[in-house]
């Protein structure tokens, strides 16, 4: 089994941006897909960005489309996800979590989670 931390939320100015990053340890985590999801205040968690095993593949939800970019290094056993002009909307705990397929996660299906990480945005 994959362990999973997440790192560098915080407070941000609207418009600014953010990177977080997830840590992974154990040998199978080259041959995960890996993701991130959030939960907002009041609001269900949600589906964020997913990437393939080998980083060739990746999928995006329609709120932080050409906004949001995912990317690992499996050298370092490292996913991040980047996100420029960032709203108050994106106020959210952000979770790393690993799955057998990036399109598996993007449907919500993962096997492992992170604690998570808190972003907020304001103005």
């Known amino acids: 089994q994959v362990q999973l931390v997440e790192s560098g939320g915080g407070s941000v100015q609207a418009g600014g941006s953010l990177r977080l990053s997830c840590a992974g340890s154990g040998r199978t985590f080259s041959s995960d897909a890996m993701g991130w999801f959030r939960q907002a205040p009041g609001k269900e968690r949600e589906f964020v960005a997913s990437i393939s095993w080998k980083g060739t593949m990746t999928y995006y939800a329609d709120s932080v489309k050409d906004r949001g970019f995912i990317s690992r290094d499996n050298d370092k056993n490292m996913m991040y996800l980047q996100i420029d002009s960032l709203k108050p909307d994106d106020t959210a705990v952000y979770y790393c979590?690993?799955?057998?397929?990036?399109?598996?996660?993007?449907?919500?299906?993962?096997?492992?989670w992170g604690r998570g990480t808190q972003v907020t945005v304001s103005w």
């Open positions: 979590a690993s799955g057998r397929r990036s399109y598996d996660l993007s449907q919500g299906n993962a096997e492992s």
